[in-house]
Each structure stands twice: as C-alpha cells, then as structure tokens.
C-alpha cells in the first residue's frame, strides 16, 4: 500500500485558473456578439485575429520562455478578447495581430508570465496601438448592420460630440442598448452589464472595483458637468466610450489590481478620477486606457498602503 | 446570518459519512502502545518494565515541569518498551501492552461524585493525576492551562464546534454524554470561577444542540450558544472572536482577552477524572473518509494502532490515497498505519484520491481570494511570494499564521500555500534564533 503524504490542507475546492478565465470568456460573450451584429462580420474576425495571435504568442513563449510545462489557462483568449473588444471594426487585421503579440510577449511574458505582469496586457497594446497608428485606431466604423460591408466613411462617437462639449445626438437608450459607433466591444452597455452581472454571480469579480470605478465617474460628471443638463451629462459620460467595459472587465484583472478590498476601492476611485481628467484636459476624447495603466503601476503598492488591520492589533479586551 | 470572524470558508462537510452510525463502545484492541509524550511539554518517564503485569487505569509514565502522566489504557502484560511511530510523524518512546481483555481496573484515583468541598488545588492536582490535556489536538495539560487561567478570565468557552470536515467525535460526545460534558464544565467553573460559561457549537450539529438543552432542562449556569456553521470557526483566536468579540493579540494566550477555551472533550475528560476517578484511557475516535468501508465512531483505547482501528471499521478501500491523523484541513498524514491513537487524536480519516490537487507548476493569478478567506487577517499571496525573505515576512507577520489551510483551499491556481508559508515561519523563527 501507498500512501502519500503532503502538506495539509488534504481537500481542495473546485476553483481553478482554468475555470475563472473560461468564465471571463463567457461573461465577455454578450458584448462582443453584439459588437459583431452591430458592426459587421468584419468586427469578428478582428476579434479572431487577435485571439489567435494571442494564443500562438502564449504558446511559444510556454515553449520557448518559461520551460516549466505551463499549459494554456485560458488567460491568452481573454487578452486577444479585450483587446480585440477596444479595437474600432475598420482596424487593420495586422494591426490587431501586432497588438496581441506585444500584450502577451513584451507586457506579460517578459514581466514573468500568468500572474506577474504589471500592466493590463491589453490596455498595454492599445495604448501602443494608438501611438503607433492613431488613423487606424480612432476611425471608427458608421453602424450599418450585420453583412452590411465596411463603410469608409468614419463616423464620430458619442465622446467627440462631448469634447466640444455638447451632448451628443444620440438617445440615451441608443447609448444604453449599444446603437452607437465605436470600438468593437464598448458600444453597449446593456451586453456589459449583464457580463459584468454573470462574473459577480460566479464570484470571480466583486463589486467594490466596478462601482468605485462608475461611482467616481459619475460624482465628478455631475458636480464638473460641461453642459447644462447636469444629470444629463454624467449619463452619457458613463455610458459613452470605455468606461464600463474598462470598470468591469479591464481595472478588475487580478494581476494588475490590489488585492486588499480597501485597496481595491481606492483602485477603483483612482481610475474614475483619471479617466474624468484625462477626458477633460487630455489630447484623446477617452481616458479610460491612460487611466487604468496608471493605477495598475499603482496596485502592489496600494495592496501595501491597505493592508488588513492585524489580528489582534485593535487591543484585546472590550 | 453574519459570521462572526473575518474570513473562512465552507469546505464539503462530509460528516454524514459518521454522524449516523452507532458509537462503537466494545472495541478492544489486541495490543495498545502508550507513548510517553502525548502533550506539549517535557515527556513522561515509563515507569514499568519488560513482563509487568498492569491494570487498566494505572499510571506507566510521569515526568516533571509542564508533564501530565499517561496511563494504561488496558489490563495486560507489558511486551515492550521501545520507540513507536507516533501521529507526529517520529518515532516516540512508548509501553507496549498486549490486552488480557479483563479491564482489571486500577483504584489509585479516588471517585468524588460530590467535589463542592474540593478546593482549588486539590482539583487540579486530580485533573493532572488523571493525564488530562487538550482533547481538541494542541494537548496542552489541562491543569497548567486551568492554573495560567486562575484570577484572569471571565469567561470560559467549551468549544464544541468541530469546524474540521469529515469529524463527528465531539458531535457524538455530546449527542451520548451531554450531561457528563456540562458538568465537567461545572467543575472548571469551580476552579475558575468566571462570570459567563459557554458552550458553543456550530449550527450543523443540531442532535447534539437537541440533547445538551434537555440536559440543561432550563437551568441557565451554562450558556449553549450556536454559531452558524464556519470554518475555522474551531480556532481558539476565531472562536474567542466569535463568542466575545476580542481578538487575542499576536502572541499572546487567551487569558490576555479574559477567556479560558477547552475542548467538549476535555472537559469530559475532567468529569471522568473528578467524578469517576478515571484517568485519559479513552477518547471517541471518528475511523471516517471514502477510503475506509464503515466509517464510524469509536470508544477507542489510547494507543491502539491504526491498522487496528481502520481493520475494525472494515479495512481500507483500493483507491486508499492519505490516511490522515486529525481533519483535512489541519490533520498529519501518516506513512505507517502502525501509528497508534493519543489523547489528542479525534479522527483516523482515511482519503480516497481526490481531484483538485496540486499542480505541477502552480501559478499565483493575484486573485486575492486568500486574502479574503484568511482568518487570521493575513495576505497569503505576498508571504507566498517573499518565501525566502525573513524581512518581508516578518512584515506580512507571517507568525501570525495559524496554518488553518483556507488559503490554500480556495487558491484556484492550486498554491502550495501553507507548506510553504510553514517553512517561511521556520526560517524565521532560525533567523531569530541566530
């Protein structure tokens, strides 16, 4: 008889890496399915592009880089996802590929792997993206439809309007439902939200980063608001550009946020006041990529600055 | 409805497995071996020889300092005194009896049904005469804990949880003995003389819950207080947390916050020792897990060997992966069933393989569900990461670690996280020590 003998704990639950990025996957879907319905066929296979790369990308560095037998998790499809997801349609195949690449190879890979990266892979990509090739980045594709064929007249989102500033002309229900232009994945905030809802129902994300994240946008709107319409105008900041696709699924990356909840509130709070400031006095109409890199660079040192009270420390008898 | 410490989690209970099956009361092992170091503290002295004849009951090993002695557990000959393979994993000096099956019993101990004119020292001197300690697994001498206790507590907790899975022995204790239980707790309660005595217990255990209040039949001296069902609801730190609200400052020992917490065992134990003038010969082991075919409970002998316990519980099943000395969160897994049974051992679990086991190359994914689960307020991820580090660990206050295991349980990318964090407070402790 063998009997084995290791550490305790003997039991395990059944999470696994596997399991939370298949789940980020899924909660992903709703967003990018109507991205594609919305602009086109087009929009799926820039998302295929850059799943593929990203997942070739992790292969090799597995094979070539690491050498300890790591196998895929899934974390290399949601990285081609969310880049794919702030990529406007019309984007260059090769464009979208380039970015994968960078995300996985430069920003994840050389820092370490799974785990060990500093800055949201995607987000990274992006923001090199957008300083490398900023025609194809910020032309955005007119919504005209599933099969409708690529228009190449570029339409201006919600967010140009607001630069000037004025509301733009789209309804709030257009905005809410999606049927507005922009990046492939941003667009509705419906499909966001019921991503958003799944991934706290299967406890991969909680709340504290999202809401702090949307709270401290929508607080500094309304009281800082461009237009007259105050109220007005802190909906369509919320639901025009990133920000709910960056509050939900980009400023909630383990790797890249504070683990402390206190730590992971004041996370969230940091990435709506940049994303207003940067929206306000920056060079682009959005801030949420800027934003979220920033307070990424900010996470292992907030996880320091809020660290749980010690058991204990609060003195002992009542 | 809340929880009453921070963290925790709730791993598969599994106690069904024993809860339901008869307390086997008539088992007798054919040979016990007594080790001489079933407490923490210095280790006994055997005081019999090769060919002895001994009587159940009697004394065969004491020592000095912080020692209780140990007792035969059986009425035989003694066939050996020589190292045996204990639950600690090393090789424990230890009188071997080969059991006449008489129970002859021995009269040293003097029976005193009625202890209200018993003072202070006169109980703890029995309780220590008697060989109690720590039912719960710790084994620390009950009198010694008692008198560290005296003049500074109010209030003494009988801890009755039994938070580990799979365990069913304090659960049945109290479900058989209820009445035993309370007075043992009446009889600390003399000694200690606190403002609140409580018993808790967690809210998965509602026969024994049932059974102590009938016992209590309204009489109010001791509080039976449920908890909703948390693991580690069981550590003494969460326990005191959860009952009084006061977190045991690090380092320090319960008397700090004014409590006293003892095992639903130990006291039982107290109870044979002063009513019964019975010493620690025996204890309920719960013989329990997939991998054993009856699981059950047990009025077990200390020092029967585990080959014996889990042959009488219907022998091990092929796909036998762990044999486990304690639960499965906490508990040692043992190489040889040769091992026997001390007075600390409430479960023989015996685990089939399981999925969900370590990897071959576990990743940390800065998930932060350690960090929500710990108990004890730590960030496991970071005494992980800073292993090798004393400086950082010191100041993740590694040593504050009461190695429950939720870290390691809930990390989805399958850390091996108390393993390594045990050898970070090792490397500490060397670093201090220098």
Known sequence: MNLTVSSSPHVRGNDSTRRIMRDVNIALLPALIFGIAHFGIRAGVVTIVSIAAAVITELAANRFLFRDHRELDGSAVVTGMLLAMTLPATVPYWVAAFGSVFAILVVKAFCGGLGQNAFNPALAARALLVLLFPTSMVRYAAVNGFFGGMDAVTAATPLHHMVMPALPEQSLLDMFLGNIPGSIGEVSALALLLGGAYLVWRKVISLRIPVAYLGTVAVLTLVFHKTDDAFGWMLYSLLGGGVILGAIFMATDYATSPVTPKGQILYGIGCGALTVLFRYFGLFPEGVTYAILIMNALSWAMDRWTAPVRFGSKGGAV | ?434
Not at chain 2, 46 to 60: A, C, H, R, S, W
Request: glycine share 8%; proline share 6%.
């Open chain 2, 1 to 434: 409805m809340k929880h009453l410490f921070f963290g925790g989690l709730h791993p598969a209970g599994r106690k069904e497995l024993s809860s339901n099956a008869q307390l086997d009361t008539a088992f007798q092992p054919k040979t016990v071996a007594i080790a001489m170091q079933q407490h923490i503290g210095a280790p006994c002295t055997p005081l019999v020889q090769v060919g002895d004849l001994v009587k159940k009951g009697q004394k065969i090993g004491d020592g000095q300092g912080l020692c209780v002695p140990v007792h035969a557990s059986v009425s035989g000959k003694v066939i050996a005194v020589e190292p045996r393979r204990h639950p600690s994993g090393r090789d424990i000096l230890s009188v071997v009896i080969e059991n006449d099956g008489l129970d002859t019993p021995d009269t040293t101990l003097v029976p005193h049904p009625d202890y209200s004119g018993l003072d202070v020292d006169t109980l703890l001197a029995i309780i220590r005469e008697a060989g109690v300690v720590g039912h719960g697994g710790a084994a620390f001498p009950s009198n010694m804990k008692a008198l560290t206790s005296l003049g500074k507590i109010d209030t003494l907790i009988a801890n009755a949880c039994e938070c580990e899975p799979y365990i069913t022995a304090d659960d049945i204790l109290l479900r058989t003995s209820p009445e035993q239980v309370l007075e043992g707790m009446r009889i600390v309660t003399k000694i200690l003389n606190p403002d609140r005595v409580v018993l808790a217990i967690e809210d998965n255990k509602p026969k024994a819950v049932e059974a102590l209040k009938q016992t209590l039949a309204g009489k109010d001296d001791v509080e039976i207080q449920v908890l909703p069902t948390r693991y580690p609801q069981g550590a003494e730190k969460q326990l005191i947390q959860a009952v009084t609200g006061r977190q045991i400052p690090p380092g320090q020992l319960p008397s700090s916050v004014q409590c006293a917490v003892f095992n639903a065992a130990t006291f039982y134990a107290v109870y044979r020792a002063v009513c019964l003038g019975q010493p620690v010969t025996e204890r309920i082991v719960t013989v329990t897990g997939e991998a054993v075919k009856n699981p059950k409970n047990f009025l077990c002998r200390i020092g029967t060997s585990y080959q014996e316990l889990i042959e009488a519980a219907g022998g091990l099943t092929e796909d036998v992966w762990k044999v486990i000395c304690g639960g499965p969160m906490m508990g040692f897994a043992q190489d040889d069933l040769s091992v026997v049974t001390i007075k600390g051992t409430n479960s023989v679990l015996c685990l089939a393989q399981f999925r969900n086991q370590e990897k071959e190359n576990p990743l940390c994914i800065r998930c932060g569900r350690c960090v929500q689960v710990c108990p004890m307020h730590l960030q496991p991820l970071y005494l992980y990461r800073y292993r090798d580090n004393t400086a950082e660990l010191n100041r993740y206050y590694v040593m504050d670690c009461i190695e429950c295991g939720c870290c390691a349980y809930t990390c989805p990318g399958k850390l091996p996280l108390v393993e390594v964090i045990r050898k970070g407070k090792s490397k500490v402790r060397e670093a201090a020590g220098k």
